[in-house]
C-alpha cells in the first residue's frame, strides 16, 4: 500500500517537474528571441512591406481579433473557471461538468464583452505602421499596445465577471453593478495586472512581426500579401 502511494507520489512529482521545466524552456526561448528582437531593432526604423489605408487596417483587425476571439473563447472560458474553482479538478473534469449543468452555450460567456475590445485591436493595428515609420519597432509596439490595453481593459473586467457569475447576469448589468459601486475607475480594476501581461506579448510579437518580414522580404516570388501573411503567423505562433 505505501509502496503504491510513493510510487504515485513519485510519479506526481515527475510530472510537476517535467510540466515546469517545459514551461522553463518555453519562457526561456521567448526571453532569448525578445531579446534579439529587441537588439535588432533598437538601431533602425523598419518601414513597412506595404502601405494600407486606415480603413484596411481597422478592419483586417476588428476581423482577426473577432475570429480569434470566437474560436478561443470555450477555450477561455474553462480556463477561467478552472483558475476560480477551489478544487483540485483538471481541465477537462470542469469542462465536462460545465457541459452537463450548463449546455454547451456555457462555453461562449462573456463573448459580448470580450467581442466589444475589438476596438482595441483595430487602434493598435492601425497605428503601428504609422508608428513604425517614426520610431523603433520597440517604441512603437509599445506605444500600440498601451493603447489597446486601456481601450480594451473595461471589457476585459467585465468578460472575466461574466465567466465567473453564478448567477448569469448579463455583461450590462454587471457594467451597471460595477459602476454604481466603484464608479468608473472601477471598469479599470486589474488595469496594471493586465498591462503587466500584455506588454510582454506585444513587443514579442510585433518584434517577431518586422524580422520575419525583413527575412520574407528576402525571398525572391513572395508577393506583399503573401509576406505580411507568413510574417503574421509566425508572430502569432511564438507570441
Known amino acids: 500500500m ?8 513519485r510519479a506526481v512529482r515527475g510530472a510537476n517537474i517535467s510540466s ?4 522553463t524552456r ?26 494600407l489605408h486606415t480603413w484596411q487596417r481597422s ?16 477555450m477561455d472560458v474553462v480556463k477561467t473557471r478552472t483558475q476560480a474553482s477551489s478544487d483540485d479538478d483538471t481541465s477537462l473534469a470542469v469542462a465536462l461538468e460545465m457541459l452537463r449543468q450548463e449546455g454547451v452555450l456555457c462555453f461562449f460567456s462573456g463573448l459580448a464583452p470580450a467581442l466589444l475590445m475589438a476596438p482595441a485591436a483595430m487602434v493598435q493595428y492601425t497605428v503601428i505602421d504609422p508608428l513604425r515609420a517614426r520610431f523603433p519597432i520597440l517604441i512603437a509596439a509599445t506605444i ?15 468578460k472575466t465577471l461574466r465567466q ?4 448569469n447576469r448579463t455583461a450590462r448589468d454587471l457594467f451597471t453593478s460595477t459602476f454604481r459601486d466603484a464608479g468608473v475607475t472601477g471598469l479599470w480594476t486589474g488595469y496594471g495586472a493586465t498591462l503587466a501581461r500584455d506588454m510582454p506579448y506585444h513587443l514579442l510579437k510585433w518584434g517577431v512581426y518586422v524580422q520575419a518580414q525583413a527575412l520574407f522580404r528576402a525571398m525572391t516570388g513572395l508577393s506583399a500579401g503573401a509576406q505580411n501573411l507568413l ?6 505562433a511564438i507570441g
Open 2 to 9: 505505501f509502496g503504491h502511494q510513493n510510487h504515485n507520489t
Open 26 to 51: 518555453t519562457t526561456m526561448l521567448l526571453w532569448m528571441l525578445l531579446l534579439a528582437t529587441a537588439r535588432a531593432a533598437m538601431g533602425a526604423v523598419v518601414e513597412p512591406v506595404a502601405v
Open 20 to 23: 515546469y521545466s517545459s514551461v
Open 164 to 167: 465567473n457569475d453564478p448567477s
Open 231 to 236: 510574417a503574421g503567423a509566425a508572430a502569432g
Open 59 to 74: 478592419v483586417a483587425g476588428a476581423g482577426a481579433f473577432a475570429a480569434a476571439t470566437i474560436l478561443t473563447s470555450p
Open 144 to 158: 500600440a499596445g498601451a493603447l489597446s490595453v486601456t481601450i480594451k481593459c473595461p471589457f476585459d473586467f467585465l
